[in-house]
């Protein structure tokens, strides 16, 4: 693994270089995510001073705004941190190794490029047809928290948005048998580094929309070769129907998420239940 170019900090009069986009319709877009962001951080306090994040560019639609709303938020919030770019180069075949670097070069964050051939692993590994997100998911992870163990990140910031974290909930209710998300703020696995989701209150129609209008330049997730049965791709599917046919179920489902009662459940390690006995003296409803 070796990291391709880094370059230091410096202070710009706008968000980004390039065409700009002064609709009134994109300012009204922007200031709603920005509002949707802050109120994530703040909420699950997601940034602290002197905190150094590294923002995980895959160089999709939802990275890209992510990095792009944290660069406008940085400069009003009241408390200084860093941010450093970081995109995984898995060397999937034609992978736009230039394209990243060259926007990179015009945003004034530093910014690394990791190299590491976790494609040829998953080739070898996963079977012609079978899904290969998850190894892939794997292999990428534990590359990007080693580089967070080396160059002193104190948060990992990654791209997930609200209707990721309502997918995920479906896909461990019907695959997994358990009640369990995306949390907009964890520890990972070894303990050593704490991931957050900005975009957790953001939903993916507006962060297209955004992304659309800011042109950003996108890298396909198919670079490994398409894969519509993913199930993931259904339960979109069927999310989005729910919505087509009752708008704001998606957001009902989101916000359930934030208001659990273990004793309306059946976990017997989050509630009790054994120790419940009447008690005779209460009032009958």
Known sequence: ???????????????????QKPEYNTVRLRKRLRRAVGKAVVDYNMIESGDRIMVCLSGGKDSHAMLDLLIGLRRSAPVDFELIAVNLDQKQPGF?????????????????????????????????GKTTCGLCSRLRRGTLYEFAARHGITKI?????????????????????RLSAMPPKLRSDCGRHIVIRPLAYCLEKDLARFAALRAYPIIPCTLCGSQPSLQRQSIKRML??????QPGRTMNIFRALGKVDPSQLCDRELFDFSALVGDPAADRD
């Open 1 to 19: 693994m070796s990291d391709a170019r880094m370059i230091p900090i410096r202070a710009r009069a706008d968000d980004r270089a390039g065409p």
């Open 96 to 128: 736009p190794e230039g394209l990243l670097p060259d926007y990179l070069d015009t945003l004034g964050v530093a910014w690394h490029v990791i190299e590491k051939d976790t494609f040829s692993i998953v080739k070898r590994i996963i079977p012609d």
């Open 157 to 177: 910031a990654l791209g997930h948005h609200l209707n990721d974290i309502v997918e995920t909930f479906f896909l461990n209710l019907f695959f997994g048998s």
């Open 240 to 245: 989005n129907e729910w919505e087509r046919v």
